[in-house]
């Protein structure tokens, strides 16, 4: 599928908060709330996040966020896709557009934080080159979280 477009949004609209609201219920059906490392929708709309939407027409399908982390590395957040538009490669151009803008802010790494029970985003990271690495930040070890990150090549 190429006719849906993807462009930097605010989380803030209302069909994108549907989308996160969406997620949201999925990782709770997934995982106990303690592992659930949900930012607040204001973490999204700082100056340092790049927030973008995958839409097909006025429905917006995906989302994904990139955090700039003082310029030490990028994170990855709210990379989600709906349901019924998986494996059409729409993860796959999110997860190309946040490293694109990840390098163009010249990160070295880009991190993330995902979980065991998410077979098709595992794949998916795996697939772009994503390693295993030890928890970051504020993150813990635990047995329901992968930790991935990437070398990125700057231009």
């Given at each position: 599928?190429?006719?849906?477009?993807?462009?930097?949004?605010?989380?803030?609209?209302?069909?994108?908060?549907?989308?996160?609201?969406?997620?949201?219920?999925?990782?709770?059906?997934?995982?106990?709330?303690?592992?659930?490392?949900?930012?607040?929708?204001?973490?999204?709309?700082?100056?340092?996040?790049?927030?973008?939407?995958?839409?097909?027409?006025?429905?917006?399908?995906?989302?994904?966020?990139?955090?700039?982390?003082?310029?030490?590395?990028?994170?990855?957040?709210?990379?989600?896709?709906?349901?019924?538009?998986?494996?059409?490669?729409?993860?796959?151009?999110?997860?190309?557009?946040?490293?694109?803008?990840?390098?163009?802010?010249?990160?070295?790494?880009?991190?993330?934080?995902?979980?065991?029970?998410?077979?098709?985003?595992?794949?998916?990271?795996e697939?772009?080159?994503?390693?295993?690495?030890?928890?970051?930040?504020?993150?813990?070890?635990?047995?329901?979280s992968?930790f991935?990150?990437k070398?990125?090549?700057?231009?």
């Amino acid at each position: 599928m190429d006719n849906f477009v993807i462009r930097v949004s605010d989380p803030a609209e209302p069909k994108i908060g549907q989308l996160l609201e969406r997620l949201n219920q999925y990782l709770m059906e997934l995982y106990p709330p303690e592992v659930n490392y949900i930012p607040s929708l204001e973490s999204l709309r700082q100056p340092n996040v790049t927030f973008l939407a995958a839409c097909l027409q006025e429905e917006v399908i995906g989302c994904g966020a990139l955090i700039d982390q003082q310029g030490k590395y990028g994170e990855i957040k709210r990379l989600f896709v709906k349901p019924e538009f998986r494996r059409l490669k729409i993860g796959d151009r999110l997860l190309a557009s946040l490293e694109k803008s990840a390098i163009s802010l010249n990160l070295p790494w880009i991190r993330l934080e995902t979980g065991i029970l998410q077979p098709e985003a595992l794949r998916l990271y795996e697939k772009r080159g994503y390693q295993p690495c030890p928890p970051f930040d504020c993150y813990k070890e635990d047995p329901l979280s992968v930790f991935l990150q990437k070398q990125l090549l700057r231009s």
